[in-house]
């Protein structure tokens, strides 16, 4: 898992910098990472945890009057959608991660389900800053949520699509997926 982090698991390779081998090594021999990892509660909350924690997140920084933010301009005005986007998206996998290990029906199943907690969320989260001051929740701030959303099952769909070789979308899959 440290590997993944840090590129062992992605490309095969350790970083080449000589400053991030040590700073790996000292993350991969420290006792708590080797404690955490070894940890089998750990391994199968994990995922639920960081739903948790990412949820809270979109939870505390909408529960943050306007002012918190930077001054009203067009750039922190697109700074901020595309962070809702990417808080959204990130959310989207996240949960296709729980349901992915859930439900073992098709991924096409899990994408779906994804799709509608995370957007479900979205539309809570709107809702809730339309009771703090300064803010509005407006269907426009879900649509926003809903394009990061759909980004993010774009990419999911994709990376199975080519590294799994999924079936192609049809009516008569997805009459398969949802009967049986």
């Known amino acids: 898992m440290v590997e993944a ?3 062992q698991g992605l490309c095969g390779k350790l970083p080449k910098n000589m400053k991030m081998k040590k700073i790996y090594q000292k993350i991969k021999d420290h006792p ?6 070894k940890n089998k509660h750990f391994q199968k909350y994990e995922k639920w ?5 990412w949820a809270g997140a ?3 920084l909408s529960s943050q009057p306007l ?9 922190s005005w697109i700074i901020r959608k595309l962070a809702h986007m990417f808080e959204f998206g990130m959310l989207c996998f996240l949960i296709f991660r729980i349901l992915k290990n859930i439900e073992k029906k098709h991924i096409y199943w ?6 509608i907690f995370t957007v479900l969320y979205a539309i809570s989260d709107e809702y809730h800053q339309s009771f703090i001051s300064q803010r509005v929740g407006t ?3 879900v649509l926003i949520d809903s394009l990061g959303i759909i980004l993010s099952a774009w990419i999911i769909y994709l990376h199975y699509h080519t590294h799994y070789k999924i079936k192609k979308f049809s009516l008569k899959l997805l009459k398969d997926i949802i009967f049986g």
């Open 67 to 75: 002012a918190f933010f930077a001054a009203f301009d067009v750039w």
């Open 110 to 115: 899990d994408l779906f389900w994804a799709i």
């Open 49 to 53: 945890v960081l739903v948790i924690l």
């Open 5 to 7: 982090a840090f590129g």
């Open 32 to 37: 708590y990472t080797k404690i955490i990892l």
């Open 58 to 60: 979109i939870f505390y």
């Open 139 to 141: 269907y426009k701030d």
